[in-house]
């Protein structure tokens, strides 16, 4: 078993920036790819961010590309999310999920556990 648990959540005014942290326990953190999800009223999860094993490659969500950041922090078992430039549509709850696989996989059916997720908040 794994447990994901998400913090760094919260309000923040269009422009700003805010920090997702993940911290793992468990399976062999090291071993599999991470990533984010974001899911908001309404609508389905989707793939924001992922990371390989040994954080050498990364893959973003074309929404995101050039404004958020994700890396991640192998001896401390963590993955974090740097959201720059947040803008109101960025607003979701927001997943970590560690992947079956070393490499990113970008859809849900190649997550193996999720974390309970972090609200974000942007407002206009």
């Known amino acids: 078993q794994v447990q994901l648990v998400e913090s760094g959540g919260g309000l923040v005014q269009a422009g700003g920036s805010l920090r997702l942290s993940c911290a793992a326990a468990g399976r062999t953190f090291s071993n599999y790819a991470m990533n984010w999800f974001r899911q908001a009223p309404g609508k389905e999860r989707e793939f924001v961010a992922g990371?390989?094993?040994?954080?050498?490659?990364?893959a973003y969500a074309d929404s995101v590309k050039g404004r958020f950041a994700i890396s991640r922090d192998n001896a401390k078992n963590t993955v974090y999310l740097e959201m720059n430039r947040l803008k109101p549509e960025d607003t979701a709850l927001y997943f970590c999920?560690?992947?079956?696989?070393?490499?990113?996989?970008?859809?849900?059916?190649?997550?193996?556990?999720w974390g309970k997720g972090t609200l974000v908040t942007v407002s206009s």
């Open positions: 990371i390989t094993y040994n954080g050498a490659s990364t």
């Open positions: 999920a560690q992947g079956r696989y070393s490499l990113v996989q970008f859809n849900t059916e190649g997550m193996n556990y």
